[in-house]
Protein backbone atom coordinates (compact mmCIF):
# COMPACT_ATOMS: atom_id res chain seq x y z
CA UNK A 1 0.00 0.00 0.00
CA UNK A 2 1.21 3.25 -0.87
CA UNK A 3 2.63 5.62 2.05
CA UNK A 4 2.68 9.27 1.84
CA UNK A 5 4.78 11.64 4.64
CA UNK A 6 4.60 15.39 4.59
CA UNK A 7 7.30 17.11 6.49
CA UNK A 8 7.18 19.12 8.26
CA UNK A 9 3.43 18.99 9.93
CA UNK A 10 3.68 22.90 10.04
CA UNK A 11 5.42 25.25 9.11
CA UNK A 12 5.21 29.68 10.11
CA UNK A 13 7.61 31.73 8.07
CA UNK A 14 7.87 36.04 7.98
CA UNK A 15 6.38 37.70 4.99
CA UNK A 16 8.55 37.50 1.69
CA UNK A 17 10.43 34.22 2.77
CA UNK A 18 10.88 31.43 0.04
CA UNK A 19 10.29 28.17 1.42
CA UNK A 20 9.93 24.65 0.33
CA UNK A 21 7.11 21.77 1.27
CA UNK A 22 8.18 18.06 1.23
CA UNK A 23 6.24 14.90 0.43
CA UNK A 24 8.08 11.39 0.18
CA UNK A 25 6.13 8.03 -1.10
CA UNK A 26 6.95 4.63 -0.72
CA UNK A 27 5.43 3.03 -3.88
CA UNK A 28 7.58 4.25 -7.03
CA UNK A 29 4.53 2.86 -9.41
CA UNK A 30 2.82 6.24 -9.67
CA UNK A 31 1.55 8.07 -12.76
CA UNK A 32 1.78 11.98 -11.46
CA UNK A 33 1.80 13.96 -8.22
CA UNK A 34 -0.71 16.35 -7.31
CA UNK A 35 -0.61 19.29 -5.10
CA UNK A 36 -3.30 20.84 -3.35
CA UNK A 37 -4.24 23.46 -1.12
CA UNK A 38 -6.49 23.54 1.68
CA UNK A 39 -8.19 26.62 3.28
CA UNK A 40 -9.83 26.21 6.73
CA UNK A 41 -13.53 24.20 6.77
CA UNK A 42 -13.26 24.54 2.78
CA UNK A 43 -12.49 21.80 0.00
CA UNK A 44 -9.04 21.15 -1.80
CA UNK A 45 -8.48 23.24 -4.44
CA UNK A 46 -6.00 21.69 -7.32
CA UNK A 47 -2.49 24.25 -7.66
CA UNK A 48 -0.08 21.70 -9.72
CA UNK A 49 0.12 18.22 -11.01
CA UNK A 50 2.96 17.00 -12.60
CA UNK A 51 3.65 13.59 -14.39
CA UNK A 52 5.95 10.77 -13.52
CA UNK A 53 7.92 11.82 -16.70
CA UNK A 54 8.70 15.18 -15.73
CA UNK A 55 11.16 16.81 -13.07
CA UNK A 56 9.32 20.09 -12.95
CA UNK A 57 6.57 22.07 -12.99
CA UNK A 58 5.47 26.07 -12.52
CA UNK A 59 2.33 28.05 -11.85
CA UNK A 60 2.93 31.55 -10.97
CA UNK A 61 5.27 31.12 -7.85
CA UNK A 62 4.99 28.28 -6.98
CA UNK A 63 7.42 25.15 -8.83
CA UNK A 64 6.62 21.75 -8.01
CA UNK A 65 9.94 19.40 -8.72
CA UNK A 66 9.81 15.08 -8.64
CA UNK A 67 12.22 12.72 -8.46
CA UNK A 68 10.20 9.38 -8.77
CA UNK A 69 13.20 7.10 -8.63
CA UNK A 70 13.84 8.30 -4.84
CA UNK A 71 10.18 8.90 -3.66
CA UNK A 72 10.21 12.25 -3.24
CA UNK A 73 8.48 15.94 -4.45
CA UNK A 74 8.82 19.17 -3.37
CA UNK A 75 6.86 22.17 -3.70
CA UNK A 76 8.57 25.57 -3.89
CA UNK A 77 6.52 28.88 -2.83
CA UNK A 78 8.67 31.69 -4.06
CA UNK A 79 8.20 35.43 -1.59
CA UNK A 80 5.36 34.01 0.03
CA UNK A 81 2.69 36.43 1.49
CA UNK A 82 -0.16 35.95 4.28
CA UNK A 83 -2.77 34.44 1.88
CA UNK A 84 -0.74 31.87 1.04
CA UNK A 85 -1.62 30.91 4.67
CA UNK A 86 -3.20 26.88 4.41
CA UNK A 87 -2.73 23.72 4.74
CA UNK A 88 -0.70 21.96 1.32
CA UNK A 89 -1.63 18.46 0.87
CA UNK A 90 0.13 15.91 -1.70
CA UNK A 91 -1.79 13.11 -3.54
CA UNK A 92 0.02 10.18 -5.45
CA UNK A 93 -2.57 8.00 -7.82
CA UNK A 94 -1.43 4.22 -7.45
CA UNK A 95 -3.12 1.49 -8.83
CA UNK A 96 -6.77 2.84 -9.31
CA UNK A 97 -6.49 4.98 -5.37
CA UNK A 98 -5.44 8.26 -4.77
CA UNK A 99 -3.21 8.49 -1.68
CA UNK A 100 -3.14 11.92 0.17
CA UNK A 101 -0.38 12.79 3.12
CA UNK A 102 -1.03 14.62 5.87
CA UNK A 103 -0.65 18.13 5.01
CA UNK A 104 1.45 20.79 6.21
CA UNK A 105 0.12 23.81 7.84
CA UNK A 106 1.64 26.88 6.63
CA UNK A 107 1.31 30.80 8.38
CA UNK A 108 2.61 33.47 6.60
CA UNK A 109 3.19 36.43 8.91
CA UNK A 110 2.97 39.84 7.66
CA UNK B 1 -19.51 26.30 -14.48
CA UNK B 2 -17.40 23.04 -13.62
CA UNK B 3 -18.35 21.41 -10.59
CA UNK B 4 -18.64 19.27 -8.05
CA UNK B 5 -21.67 19.66 -5.36
CA UNK B 6 -22.19 17.73 -2.55
CA UNK B 7 -25.71 17.61 -0.14
CA UNK B 8 -26.52 18.20 3.01
CA UNK B 9 -22.81 20.80 3.47
CA UNK B 10 -23.62 20.20 7.59
CA UNK B 11 -25.43 17.24 9.00
CA UNK B 12 -26.13 16.37 12.73
CA UNK B 13 -27.84 12.92 13.02
CA UNK B 14 -28.34 10.42 15.47
CA UNK B 15 -26.83 6.69 15.83
CA UNK B 16 -28.96 4.23 13.68
CA UNK B 17 -30.25 6.56 11.45
CA UNK B 18 -29.47 5.94 7.91
CA UNK B 19 -28.29 8.79 5.71
CA UNK B 20 -27.02 9.49 2.14
CA UNK B 21 -24.80 12.02 1.02
CA UNK B 22 -25.22 13.33 -2.65
CA UNK B 23 -22.57 14.10 -5.00
CA UNK B 24 -23.47 15.09 -8.27
CA UNK B 25 -20.26 16.47 -11.65
CA UNK B 26 -21.34 18.40 -14.65
CA UNK B 27 -17.84 17.33 -16.14
CA UNK B 28 -19.00 13.70 -17.51
CA UNK B 29 -15.89 12.46 -15.50
CA UNK B 30 -16.06 8.39 -15.34
CA UNK B 31 -13.66 8.36 -12.22
CA UNK B 32 -15.60 9.26 -8.93
CA UNK B 33 -14.49 8.85 -5.50
CA UNK B 34 -15.62 9.37 -1.85
CA UNK B 35 -12.66 10.87 1.31
CA UNK B 36 -13.07 11.34 4.89
CA UNK B 37 -10.97 13.66 6.60
CA UNK B 38 -10.12 13.34 10.01
CA UNK B 39 -7.33 14.98 12.23
CA UNK B 40 -3.79 13.55 12.01
CA UNK B 41 -4.97 11.01 9.31
CA UNK B 42 -5.41 13.20 6.45
CA UNK B 43 -7.91 12.34 3.48
CA UNK B 44 -8.49 8.55 3.58
CA UNK B 45 -10.34 7.09 0.49
CA UNK B 46 -13.78 5.18 1.29
CA UNK B 47 -14.97 4.11 -2.02
CA UNK B 48 -13.92 4.85 -5.85
CA UNK B 49 -15.69 4.00 -9.11
CA UNK B 50 -13.78 4.15 -12.55
CA UNK B 51 -16.92 4.70 -14.07
CA UNK B 52 -20.77 3.77 -14.23
CA UNK B 53 -21.88 0.39 -12.33
CA UNK B 54 -18.11 0.04 -11.57
CA UNK B 55 -17.44 0.57 -7.77
CA UNK B 56 -14.35 -0.76 -5.49
CA UNK B 57 -13.13 -0.37 -2.05
CA UNK B 58 -10.69 1.86 -0.88
CA UNK B 59 -9.35 1.75 2.43
CA UNK B 60 -11.79 2.56 4.98
CA UNK B 61 -15.38 1.68 3.32
CA UNK B 62 -16.34 -0.39 6.62
CA UNK B 63 -19.97 0.91 7.42
CA UNK B 64 -20.32 3.14 3.86
CA UNK B 65 -22.02 1.99 0.45
CA UNK B 66 -21.74 3.63 -2.46
CA UNK B 67 -23.81 3.34 -6.25
CA UNK B 68 -23.21 4.73 -9.42
CA UNK B 69 -26.13 4.28 -11.59
CA UNK B 70 -25.87 7.32 -13.51
CA UNK B 71 -22.61 9.23 -14.90
CA UNK B 72 -22.39 12.22 -12.84
CA UNK B 73 -24.22 10.71 -9.74
CA UNK B 74 -22.04 9.02 -6.78
CA UNK B 75 -24.00 8.72 -3.37
CA UNK B 76 -22.21 7.85 -0.27
CA UNK B 77 -24.72 5.87 1.89
CA UNK B 78 -24.31 5.05 5.69
CA UNK B 79 -26.80 2.55 6.63
CA UNK B 80 -26.37 2.59 10.40
CA UNK B 81 -24.34 5.51 11.44
CA UNK B 82 -21.99 5.64 14.52
CA UNK B 83 -20.28 7.80 16.50
CA UNK B 84 -16.67 6.98 15.01
CA UNK B 85 -18.27 8.14 11.60
CA UNK B 86 -18.26 11.73 12.63
CA UNK B 87 -15.59 13.54 10.19
CA UNK B 88 -15.67 16.09 7.07
CA UNK B 89 -16.33 14.00 3.87
CA UNK B 90 -15.52 14.62 0.23
CA UNK B 91 -16.32 13.79 -2.99
CA UNK B 92 -14.25 14.34 -5.44
CA UNK B 93 -13.91 13.79 -9.52
CA UNK B 94 -11.43 13.56 -12.61
CA UNK B 95 -12.19 12.97 -15.87
CA UNK B 96 -10.33 9.12 -15.73
CA UNK B 97 -7.65 7.24 -13.44
CA UNK B 98 -5.62 9.07 -12.67
CA UNK B 99 -6.30 12.22 -14.30
CA UNK B 100 -6.26 15.48 -11.95
CA UNK B 101 -9.06 15.63 -9.03
CA UNK B 102 -11.83 18.19 -8.63
CA UNK B 103 -13.33 17.78 -5.23
CA UNK B 104 -16.51 18.94 -3.55
CA UNK B 105 -16.95 21.73 -0.86
CA UNK B 106 -17.16 18.63 1.70
CA UNK B 107 -19.82 17.84 4.21
CA UNK B 108 -19.52 17.50 7.61
CA UNK B 109 -21.30 14.63 9.18
CA UNK B 110 -21.90 14.28 13.34
CA UNK B 111 -23.15 11.47 14.63
CA UNK B 112 -24.40 11.09 18.33
Known amino acids: KQEVTQIPAALSVPEGENLVLNCSFT??????LQWFRQDPGKGLTSLLL?????REQTSGRLNASLDKSSGRSTLYIAASQPGDSATYLCAVPTRNQFYFGTGTSLTVIP | EAQVTQNPRYLITVTGKKLTVTCSQNMNHEYMSWYRQDPGLGLRQIYYSMNVEVTDKGDVPEGYKVSRKEKRNFPLILESPSPNQTSLYFC???????????FGPGTRLTVT
Open chain 1, 50 to 54: IQSSQ
Open chain 1, 27 to 32: DSAIYN
Open chain 2, 92 to 102: ASSYSFPYEQY
